[in-house]
T-cell receptor
């Protein structure tokens, strides 16, 4: 079955530093989504990537989907304290609606 | 739209008691998901419905857990009897075009 690793589990950065989290699958994905969960909150949809090699940007956030559609990354440029939270990837195989989540990367940003 | 509405927000109960969690999805969404989140196990998919029909309940831990969706605007997750290891945050999410919208969750504590 599909195995998804998300790394790192935790990262602590100073405000202004960059941050990257990676999601790696053992199988080819049909698409991948990313969600953010603030402390004490619920996951919120950020983006969906579908095409091989796709790159999408949302302000300081850059999302990439690997050429082989087995891995993805989320990069935050010049982190701010508002970026604090846990970032989850949600890889999907096939066409079914089923959506499972990676283990998440918890980001802590200090001044 | 008010978003996905879950009740109660917090539930404290004693071992052996029945617990019922409720969810009202966003109107027009045709898929509904129940997740459980703990520090140890992360965000686990329990069951999901398409058009009110249960599609995949392979994540339901055991027979003590059951979920229903009697109509498009309401779903329940029931635990009977509850055990301390069921303590977690339970999220309901409804989906549109593969994108999930989460409720605020129910924090369940079983003593």
């Amino acid at each position: 079955g599909q195995q998804v690793m998300q790394i790192p589990q935790y990262q602590h950065v100073q405000e202004g530093e960059d941050f990257t989290t990676y999601c790696n699958s053992s199988t080819t994905l049909s698409n991948i989504q990313w969600y953010k969960q603030r402390p004490g909150g619920h996951p919120v949809f950020l983006i969906q990537l579908v095409k091989s090699g796709e790159v999408k940007k949302q302000k300081r956030l850059t999302f990439q989907f690997g050429e082989a559609k087995k891995n993805s990354s989320l990069h935050i440029t010049a982190t701010q304290t508002t970026d604090v939270g846990t970032y989850f990837c949600a890889p999907k195989t096939g066409t079914a609606s089923k959506l499972t989540f990676g283990t998440g990367t918890r980001l802590q940003v200090t001044l | 739209d008010a978003g996905v509405i879950q009740s109660p927000r917090h539930e404290v109960t004693e071992m052996g008691q029945e617990v019922t969690l409720r969810c009202k999805p966003i109107s027009g969404h045709n898929s509904l998901f129940w997740y459980r989140q703990t520090m140890m196990r992360g965000l686990e998919l329990l069951i999901y419905f398409n058009n009110n029909v249960p599609i995949d309940d392979s994540g339901m831990p055991e027979d003590r857990f059951s979920a229903k969706m009697p109509n498009a605007s309401f779903s329940t997750l029931k635990i009977q009897p509850s055990e301390p290891r069921d303590s977690a945050v339970y999220f309901c999410a409804s989906g549109e075009q593969g994108k999930l919208f989460f409720g605020s969750g129910t924090q369940l504590s079983v003593l």
